[in-house]
């Protein structure tokens, strides 16, 4: 079974920084997705950058961007200029092809607070 | 952009008492949705599987006859939650699988149920 690991519960930023949240996972698949998502205080879940595992090119949004190494499996997201309404729990999270159904499984999540 | 809609936002009953929450994809049709419970500060926990026309499929550990799902169309499924007690009290949220999204997953704004 594939698990995702945040080991960072919670973390803070400066407004205008730089902050990198951790992500790895286990899985024995060659082929899949991972995602970072994030869920403001109004609770709803907002796709903030997606990468699929056979392109080598690290997925990039804006602001944010992802260093994936897959050999290492780890998928981390960088927030760059910080901004107050980056304030939110940020869950990593791990899909296989959709030919398998669409499951994602979530990590613990992180709380981030970006601080004025 | 695809759009996944619940209802109610929130509710309250009373202990003993069956809710019903609806989850609708308002601009696509949806022939997989699934249903997570998310409790506060903590991660989203699938709860089920469900497609449109079968029977859902329930995760380990969750008790069918307690949350009954129904996807009775390509644009609705609905969770129940039957004879609802406080423990039940928690944050109900929704996904749903549009094809060619590529993996990804749209979410609805999550139902707040309090039991009492």
């Known amino acids: 079974a594939q698990t995702v690991t945040q080991s960072q519960p919670e973390m803070s930023v400066q407004e205008a920084e730089t902050v990198t949240l951790s992500c790895t996972y286990d899985?024995?698949?060659?082929?899949?997705?991972l995602f970072w998502y994030k869920q403001p205080p109004s609770r709803q879940m907002i796709l903030v950058i997606r990468?699929?595992?056979?392109?080598?090119q690290n997925a990039t949004e804006n602001r944010f961007s992802v260093n994936f190494q897959k050999a290492a499996k780890s998928f981390s997201l960088k927030i760059s200029d910080s901004q107050l309404g980056d304030t939110a729990m940020y869950f990593c999270?791990?899909?296989?092809?959709?030919?398998?159904?669409?499951?994602?499984?979530f990590g613990a999540g992180t709380i981030l607070r970006v601080k004025s | 952009g695809a759009v996944v809609s619940q209802h109610p936002s929130w509710v309250i009953c009373k202990s003993g008492t069956s809710v019903k929450i609806e989850c609708r994809s308002l601009?696509?049709?949806?022939?997989?949705m699934f249903w997570y419970r998310q409790f506060p500060k903590q991660s989203l926990m699938l709860m089920a599987t469900?497609?449109?026309?079968?029977?859902?499929?329930?995760e380990q550990g969750v008790e069918k006859d307690k949350f009954l799902i129904n996807h009775a169309s390509l644009t609705l499924s609905t969770l129940t939650v039957t004879s609802a007690h406080p423990e039940d009290s928690s944050f109900y949220i929704c996904?749903?699988?549009?094809?060619?999204?590529?993996?990804?997953?749209?979410f609805g704004e999550g139902s707040r149920l309090t039991v009492l």
């Open positions: 601009d696509f049709q949806a022939t997989t």
């Open positions: 996904s749903a699988t549009r094809t060619g999204a590529g993996g990804e997953l749209f």
């Open positions: 899985t024995s698949e060659n082929n899949y997705y």
């Open positions: 469900s497609n449109e026309g079968s029977k859902a499929t329930y």
């Open positions: 990468q699929e595992a056979y392109k080598q």
């Open positions: 999270a791990f899909m296989k092809p959709p030919e398998y159904g669409n499951k994602l499984v």
